[in-house]
């Protein structure tokens, strides 16, 4: 078994990743790291979804980074774009030769006496390696890779069409003129069914319950406008903060004012779709808005789609498969050749590691998150978990850049260790991560807690991050510690 030693250890060389190493490079050049990605490529869920039409469904103002803005006037690009502006990045920087392909992450262990991790992972024909690091950066998202959620649905071994999930998407599916129907009502499925109609013979979105959904401009017209008289330098700070300012809004005045976000939305749907359709069945779900992340569609994509009758949407529940579709509760038959289960994913928090401490296991869900970041009593550790309701790209930045400011302020005091302390009182209840998608409902004993305030709160709101993690303490309800036999922390 083969032992290395870096300074910091990142995972997952996805879009939080890249950042997170280049963060590092520019602001402690000096520091040793290297990155483990279970998979053979960069770009992370931009590499592995290749389902038709996939996008990004924030902005790329905010979803690109902090340090390389984009460029491009798409303000909602493809995903082929975002992996090459990733892989791009990552070149620039020169942190793709940071890289260590198939590598899957699957243990690390605290040892207190030497103050460092000892990460253990699986490489090709089931070898382990394991890395040594003064500080373990984990970038792995939240949801596993390997597979997707797919209910189990009644008689789905009857059909004898093609059932895909749209996080395997097999390469060359002839959909042309097939009669294609996609279960599922979130951000994959509206995705998904204008991208498939047209070519297809007729796509239907089949929705248990439906979502809100909004149509956006695919380009920043302002942006383009700007681009001839405003210098580069200026303008985009500016469209990344007029971006996240806009998401921010929206998303306070949805806490505040849900009826009236209810009611711009259902306007906003009823302007898109022909006179007389049924906007509340298909489009008016029973939460309030932002309980769940709202379902972007640039230039109004689905509606289109809806109103030249290349797609049609039913609200209904699967009673069973058949032969050749799906029996709905309502009795109607839906005819396929071709189902694709847009129905979620399967939560897995810290890449699915498991973390010890001394060899004692960290139960997560007994963890309280700290500043969105970081684990109480877990030491030298931190993790990305982007916005909710906005961009990850904005929180990811925050987090390395913190992460930055930390790991200075350590060298500085010579401190070697550094640990949240968990907040008084009854431990709190809330999850991390704060949503009635069915993928957090499904694993939320699985997940860290958040406390009632700071920086224990999340309160998914950028500018009152920026002020926390840009300027605030970094020092606050943390414990810090030297180990004597450990080197002395360098400046």
Same mark, same amino acid.
């Given at each position: 078994m083969t032992r290395d030693h870096v300074d910091v250890l990142i995972v997952g060389a996805g879009l939080s990743g890249i950042g997170a190493a280049c963060h590092l490079l520019r602001e402690l050049p000096g520091r040793s790291f290297t990155i483990l990605e279970a998979r053979d490529a960069i770009g992370g869920t931009w590499d592995l979804f290749r389902y038709p039409g996939i996008r990004s469904d924030s902005d790329m103002f905010t979803l690109g980074y902090d340090f390389r803005p984009w460029r491009d006037p798409r303000a909602i690009a493809d995903g082929e774009s975002i992996r090459t502006y990733v892989r791009e990045t990552a070149r620039e920087y020169g942190v793709d030769e940071k890289i260590r392909f198939g590598h899957r992450v699957v243990a690390a262990d605290w040892s207190s006496d030497r103050a460092q991790w000892t990460v253990t992972a699986e490489v090709g024909g089931g070898e382990t390696v394991e890395i040594t690091c003064d500080f373990l950066y984990v970038n792995s998202g939240y949801y596993r890779y390997d597979e997707g959620y797919t209910p189990d649905f009644p008689g789905i071994g009857e059909f004898r069409g093609t059932v895909v999930h749209p996080q395997h998407w097999p390469e060359g599916l002839d959909?042309?003129?097939?009669?294609?129907?996609?279960?599922?009502?979130?951000?994959?499925?509206?995705?998904? /069914? &204008?991208?498939? %109609?047209?070519?297809?013979? +007729?796509?239907?979105?089949?929705?248990?319950? &439906?979502?809100? /959904?909004?149509?956006?401009?695919?380009?920043?017209?302002l942006a383009e406008l700007l681009e001839k008289v405003v210098p580069d330098g200026v303008l985009r700070p500016l469209l990344r903060w007029q971006h996240a300012l806009l998401l921010t809004l929206v998303f306070e005045l949805s806490r505040r004012r849900p009826g009236l976000v209810k009611k711009l939305l259902r306007k906003g749907v009823q302007q898109q779709l022909p006179a007389g359709y049924d906007v509340d069945t298909h489009f008016s779900p029973g939460y309030e808005p932002w309980d769940q992340r709202l379902c972007v569609v640039p230039d109004g994509d689905l509606f289109r789609a809806v109103r030249r009758g290349q797609a049609s949407i039913v609200t209904d529940r699967i009673r069973t498969f058949t032969g050749h579709g799906i029996e709905l509760e309502s009795g109607e038959e839906l005819a396929a050749d071709i189902v694709v289960t847009a129905t979620g994913l399967n939560l897995q928090p810290v890449g699915g590691m498991a973390l010890s401490l001394g060899g004692e296991p960290v139960e997560l869900s007994k963890t309280v998150s700290y500043k969105g970041m970081m684990l109480s009593g877990v030491p030298n550790f931190a993790m990305t978990i982007g916005y909710t309701n906005a961009s990850w790209t904005l929180k990811a930045d925050l987090v390395a850049?913190?992460?930055?400011?930390?790991?200075?302020?350590?060298?500085? +005091?010579? +401190? +070697?260790?550094?640990? &949240?302390? %968990? &907040?008084?009182?009854? @431990? @709190?209840?809330?999850?991390?991560?704060?949503?009635?998608?069915?993928?957090?409902?499904?694993? /939320?004993?699985?997940? @860290?807690?958040?406390?009632?305030?700071?920086?224990?709160r999340l309160y998914q709101n950028y500018p009152r991050d920026v002020l926390l993690l840009r300027r605030g303490p970094v020092d606050d309800a943390m414990t810090f510690s030297r180990v004597p036999s450990k080197p002395k922390a360098r400046v």
């Open positions: 959909y042309a003129g097939k009669r294609v129907v996609v279960i599922g009502s979130g951000a994959t499925a509206v995705t998904l /069914v &204008p991208a498939l %109609a047209g070519t297809a013979g +007729h796509v239907t979105m089949l929705q248990r319950s &439906p979502s809100y /959904v909004v149509s956006v401009p695919g380009k920043d017209r850049r913190y992460v930055g400011r930390l790991l200075r302020y350590m060298d500085e +005091h010579g +401190h +070697h260790v550094c640990v &949240p302390d %968990a &907040p008084d009182g009854p @431990p @709190p209840d809330v999850p991390l991560i704060d949503l009635k998608s069915g993928y957090v409902l499904r694993s /939320v004993d699985k997940l @860290p807690k958040q406390g009632a305030a700071a920086p224990w």
